[in-house]
């Protein structure tokens, strides 16, 4: 009975063998086999790799999220010892068979066959050339596990045809490149350096066996694949000097943990996260990569610094004002930070200070102004949609009559309020977006006057690009983050003679000694322009600067929101901005921008002298030798008065509880010692502060001299209080 068994078994072969024979050209492939160059061109890598502009990997990105393989590598870059243990383990006649091994092929079937009789298990056959063949073809590979005997028999129809084309060098070389070895590790680079941290041409013999006994199971246990490679270890002729106990430690060591040794290069992670996109990329990015090192290097080194003031996030970015390529762009302080995912170059945070060049270039260039006119800085209250809107400066102080030279550079902020009252909020809202602040969606009712002192919430590397606006003569360009990449058109923002005078006042050491003295971080040793900027509550410090060659700009905070501990634009971003612009121009300085035609210069005093005479910049045509403030008791008049409460358009509420003859507005005026008050056409007293017994309606409220010239204005409203 048993021999009529295995003739049977013999018949029933024979039979299908003939069978798939003549049905042989029914049953190909789908497709062709591709050549050894196309499968290694259509070869793509998980990872993306960003590169600096010398070709230095700067950050390596993982794409392709459902698999990970690294380079492709070649045949010569594996260790012997793998390609002797693959070869026991898979293919022992590889070098002696065209593709198919009809000797394992025939004891394959038997057991095959046997399994569908007694339920023996069945034994593959499948040479490494087959296998191939199913990495190139999908539709060749098995379903649930199992494969069909005809797609079996397409399969050894494709493997004659690649080892008709393909060397067995290149076949071998796109196997170890293609096959799965432990979960997502596909091909031999990955798997080598996730479990064993090594390029595969350093794999040793027990690390290699561990690998090759992996093709059969790659899901297998750990106790499992050590003792398929023990098997193997049998089988060897010359098993050599690997004993088993040392296969089961090593399984136990590196199976368990995962892809633990692959290390992705991240000095510019951000970067990589906004630009790699495409799985298999190398793209040449504008960084440079010294730079990068040295900017994370000084942020780092300047938060630790900052550790008991509660700073823990920050962001840098630098440009070269030429060719707008981003030279460095630090996203976050990594290991300091909560959230290092952030990129803080490219989030939404309050601009602070920042926004005043701009500013002041409108009204410059609009004639409103000039680097000459005086200001006043003084407690003023302006009526918004939200309620009364009172600015302060940062030090709570007021340094009354200044130029504007002094204003912009000492970070002033009433006279910034009053600046942006001339050229109006609507106007500055567009010049805002004009240079590339797209994050400014509302109109200027929205901002409102906040929006001098920079209540938006804008980003670091857009910000960056508009102050080197600035440093390339008021023409706005868009960045470049790769070296292929080509801007969009530029355009003018501003004139250069605008942006020539707000240059000069940005770089000028002495307007700014009033608020930060001389000796401070913003004092570079070469020519520079610079402001800074902290926002409500300390929750965002900037700052921004450019040289002749190079804009560079720094925020640090937290993430979170929370505020810093007594940080200010000098002791919290400054310095690493002024450790960046040393690196930068450590062989070579920076001069002045060249004084553009229509830009005058003209010695300026101020009467009486609350500045120092000067050599002043102006436009063609606004030049003032002499900038004469009035005095009060000159002929009477009274030029600087002017009411600060109620303000324009003010409402009163009065408390219906409280009898209204027993309630009293006081209304003050600034300088106004000698003038008069008047309401709705009545004199109701004189002086800088007078009480008023309010009446319910809208009143009128003026301000007069002596000869009863009006100084100043507002209308309000009074609600609640009898007539």
């Known amino acids: 009975m048993h021999l009529l068994k295995k003739v049977r078994l013999f018949l029933l072969l024979a039979a299908i063998a003939s ?53 492709w590598v070649g045949l010569d870059e594996v260790s012997p010892a793998m390609q002797e243990w693959l070869l026991l383990s898979e293919d022992k006649r590889f070098y002696r068979h065209g593709g198919t091994d009809w000797l394992a092929l025939a004891s394959g079937g038997v057991t095959y066959l046997r399994h569908f009789i007694d339920g023996s298990r069945p034994r593959g056959a499948s040479t490494l050339t087959m296998q191939l063949a199913g990495f190139l073809d999908p539709s060749l590979a098995p379903s649930n596990s199992k494969r069909t005997l005809a797609q079996k028999w397409r399969q050894i129809v494709a493997a004659r045809a690649i080892e008709k084309r393909w060397s067995k060098q290149q076949i071998l070389e796109a196997y170890l490149n293609l096959a799965s070895f432990r979960g997502e590790l596909n091909g031999i680079h990955a798997a080598s350096f996730a479990l064993f941290g090594v390029y595969p041409s350093a794999l040793n013999r027990p690390q290699a066996l561990l690998l090759a006994a992996l093709l059969k199971g790659p899901t297998a246990t750990p106790e499992r694949a050590a003792n398929r490679a023990c098997a193997l270890i049998k089988a060897a002729l010359q098993p050599g000097d690997t004993t088993c106990d040392e296969l089961h430690a090593l399984a136990r060591l590196t199976l368990e943990t995962g892809n633990r040794h692959i290390v992705q290069e991240n000095t510019a992670p951000h970067l990589a996260q906004r630009l790699l996109l ?20 000084a942020l780092h080194e300047h938060l630790m610094a900052l550790g008991e003031r509660h700073v823990k996030d920050g962001a840098v970015v630098v440009i070269d004002n030429r060719s707008g390529g981003v030279l460095a762009y630090v996203g976050s302080s990594g290991e300091l930070s909560d959230a290092p995912n952030v990129d803080g170059a490219a989030a939404l945070r309050q601009a602070g200070s920042t926004l005043k060049p701009f500013l002041y270039g409108m009204a410059l260039q609009g004639r409103q102004l000039t680097a000459a006119s005086v200001l006043d800085d003084s407690p003023i209250q302006l009526n918004t949609p939200m309620g009364l809107y009172i600015p302060q400066n940062y030090d709570r102080d007021f340094k009354g009559a200044v130029s504007v030279r002094t204003a912009l550079a000492s970070s002033l902020n009433v006279p910034a309020v009053r600046a942006l009252g001339l050229v109006g909020v609507d106007n500055f809202v567009r010049t805002l977006r004009a240079y590339g602040l797209d994050s400014l969606t509302g109109d200027g009712e929205h901002y409102g006057f906040s929006l001098a002192l920079g209540g938006v919430d804008v980003r670091l590397i857009e910000l960056t690009n508009a102050y080197r606006a600035l440093a390339n003569r008021g023409v706005w360009r868009p960045l470049r983050f790769t070296a292929a990449e080509r801007g969009a058109k530029p355009r003018r923002i501003i004139s250069p003679q605008a942006a020539y005078i707000v240059a000069s006042i940005l770089s000028d050491k002495t307007a700014r000694a009033m608020t930060f003295g001389l000796e401070n971080p913003l004092a570079t040793r070469v020519w520079t322009a610079v402001k800074t900027g902290t926002s409500k509550d300390m929750r965002d410090n900037w700052c921004i600067g450019f040289s002749s060659r190079y804009t560079v700009g720094v925020w640090v905070g937290n993430f979170n929101g929370e505020p810093m501990h007594d940080v200010s634009g000098v002791s919290g971003a400054a310095p690493v901005w002024r450790e960046l612009m040393d690196y930068l121009h450590a062989r070579d300085g920076s001069v002045p921008p060249a004084k553009p035609d229509g830009v005058t210069a003209l010695q300026t005093r101020f009467t009486p002298a609350i500045e120092s005479p000067r050599t002043e910049w102006f436009l063609a045509g606004t030049e003032t030798a002499e900038i004469r403030l009035v005095a009060a008791n000159d002929a009477g008049r009274l030029p600087q008065a002017r009411i600060l409460y109620p303000t324009g358009g003010t409402v009163i509420a009065m408390d219906p509880d409280i009898p209204a003859g027993h309630q ?26 007078i009480g008023w017994t309010p009446t319910g309606g809208r009143h009128r409220l003026v301000l007069t001299d002596a000869e009863g010239k009006e100084l100043d204005a507002v209308s309000f409203e009074v609600r609640g209080a009898l007539p």
């Open 664 to 689: 009293r507005v006081q209304l003050s005026a600034k300088d106004a010692e000698q003038a008069e008050w008047m309401m709705d056409g009545n004199r109701i007293g004189e002086g800088a502060d």
């Open 19 to 71: 069978l798939l024979l003549a049905a042989g050209t029914l049953l190909a492939p789908d497709r062709p086999a591709p050549s050894f160059a196309e499968t290694k061109s259509n070869y793509h890598p998980s990872e993306s790799w960003l590169l600096d502009r010398n070709g230095e990997v700067v950050a390596v990105k993982r794409v392709d999220d459902k698999t990970r393989r690294l380079d």
């Open 278 to 297: 495409q799985p298999g990329v190398r793209l040449a990015s504008t960084l440079d990569a010294n730079l990068q090192r040295h900017a994370m290097r």
